[in-house]
């Protein structure tokens, strides 16, 4: 069974930077591609941004494009959010998730274990 915890998130004001960070067991972190979503209050969720298993190749939302980065650590089995130039728009639930293979990068249909989220506030 594998597991996905989310750390890192908080309220910040708008222009700050957080860094999401997202830990992983229960199955060889390396093997798989991951991503993260978002989740606003009375919207769906959406992608924000993936990478692939190896850490080469990474993609992106147009929303967070050029401010955000994602990144991974295999030999700590975790993986990062790096974002800054917050805006309010930001604002949401954020989780990690582990990608099936085979399946698109874009749509949470491809993914099939999730984290339980964390909160990310940004004020104007």
């Known amino acids: 069974q594998v597991q996905l915890v989310e750390s890192g998130g908080g309220l910040v004001q708008a222009g700050g930077s957080l860094r999401l960070s997202c830990a992983a067991s229960?199955?060889?972190?390396?093997?798989?591609?991951m991503g993260w979503f978002r989740q606003a209050p009375g919207k769906e969720r959406e992608f924000v941004a993936a990478?692939?298993?190896?850490?080469?190749?990474?993609y992106y939302a147009d929303s967070v494009k050029d401010r955000f980065t994602i990144s991974r650590d295999n030999a700590k089995n975790t993986m990062y959010l790096q974002m800054n130039s917050l805006i309010p728009e930001d604002t949401a639930v954020y989780y990690c998730?582990?990608?099936?293979?085979?399946?698109?990068?874009?749509?949470?249909?491809?993914?099939?274990?999730w984290g339980q989220g964390t909160q990310v506030t940004v004020s104007s």
């Open positions: 998730a582990t990608k099936r293979l085979g399946k698109s990068y874009w749509s949470d249909y491809g993914y099939d274990y």
């Open positions: 229960g199955r060889t972190f390396s093997s798989d591609a």
């Open positions: 990478i692939s298993s190896s850490g080469l190749n990474t």
